[in-house]
């Protein structure tokens, strides 16, 4: 989730991976979701698909995945999503009906034969199930990748995190990190090559707004809580909070209203977050329980996860003391 038109707006630039050092507070749910997806489109599902027709696929992109944090000086702190705030729903329910009518597309597809299709619509139906949620979670204790349970928005907790100084980054493909408060956050983590950083404080310099101005642009254009001003997109929000300097002033102009406009503002002004954590930074992970976990427990393809747990042994290896024990 996120606001796209947000990059627009936000400074950002890529950097290379050796360039950067320290504790990323990665949006588990956003990470997760996209190894998820990715490993069911590519991936024959009888590699991920236990007897009883379980999928686990996750375990598969968490394998995968890790290593580019462990090849790197690279801490990653996994911050898990709470429950979802009411103003949410809305769009949860516009997404549950959208899976259902990839889930209806997926049926035709499969009755057809059509193997692309198939690909496609199984990677689009994805959700995060409590037994992946479970699994996701265990297997991470068992790499001890530290994890930290947010009451509600994960990236709202991770933003918090760096800001008090106890991660440097937060990890995200959502824009909306910026609007939380996050000062540098990583993109891009999921991909190939190096990251995007997304950096606030240049954000909030080059538009000569506070970040209060900034989240009153945000709702103007619409974000995960809120539908946008209709005809204003990133540029002419960015226009209009300058004229009026602020949300209500922009408004008030045009003749406008955004429902829920004082709770979305607030939501991201002051978000439920928590201080109640607390995690190591440097790892001890059991490498054998880890694949007997995924391997022997969860029935996942040996030859399919060889070479992520092969890369985060070398990186136990080859890294040192610094981080791990």
């Not at 193997?115 to 037994?131: C, K």
């Not at 991470?140 to 995190?161: K, N, S």
């Not at 976990?293 to 985060?312: K, L, M, Q």
Request: net charge negative.
């Amino acid at each position: 989730m996120g606001n796209a038109a947000l990059r627009d707006i936000a400074v950002i630039e890529e950097v290379p991976f050796d360039e950067i050092e320290g504790v990323v507070a990665v949006d588990a749910h956003n990470w997760l979701y996209r190894y998820l997806t990715t490993t069911v489109k590519w991936t024959n599902s009888d590699i991920y698909t236990t007897a009883d027709g379980t999928e686990v696929a996750n375990l598969v992109g968490i394998v995968q995945g890790l290593p580019k944090f462990f090849e790197n000086d690279v801490t990653p702190v996994m911050v898990f999503d709470g429950g979802p705030s009411e103003l949410k729903e809305d769009e949860i329910e516009s997404r549950r009906e959208q899976r259902r009518s990839y889930e209806e597309q997926l049926e035709t597809a499969r009755e057809e034969g059509d193997e692309v299709a198939i690909a496609q619509l199984e990677s689009r139906t994805q959700r995060l199930t409590p037994t992946i949620q479970e699994t996701s979670r265990e297997l991470l204790r068992l790499l001890d990748v530290p994890i930290v349970e947010a009451p509600a928005e994960g990236e709202a907790q991770a933003a918090h995190m760096v800001r008090h100084g106890d991660a440097d980054y937060v990890g995200s493909e959502d824009y909306d990190a910026l609007l939380f408060g996050a000062p540098l956050t990583l993109r891009q983590l999921t991909s190939k090559g190096d990251p995007e950083l997304m950096d606030l404080e240049a954000t909030l310099e080059e538009h000569d707004l506070t970040l209060e101005q900034l989240i009153d642009a945000a709702i103007l254009i619409g974000t995960d809580f809120n539908e946008g001003v209709s005809g204003i997109g990133p540029k002419t929000a960015i226009k209009e909070i300058t004229e009026h300097g602020d949300l209500w002033s922009v408004l008030e102009a045009r003749g406008d209203t955004v429902e829920y406009g004082d709770r979305v503002r607030q939501l991201f002004r002051d978000p439920n977050v928590t201080d109640d954590y607390e995690f190591e930074t440097t790892l001890d992970p059991d490498l054998e329980a880890a694949r007997e976990y995924v391997c022997d427990e969860w029935g996942v393809d040996r030859d399919e996860v060889a070479r992520g747990f092969e890369r985060i042994e070398e990186s136990v290896t080859q890294t040192g003391l610094d981080r791990w024990t």
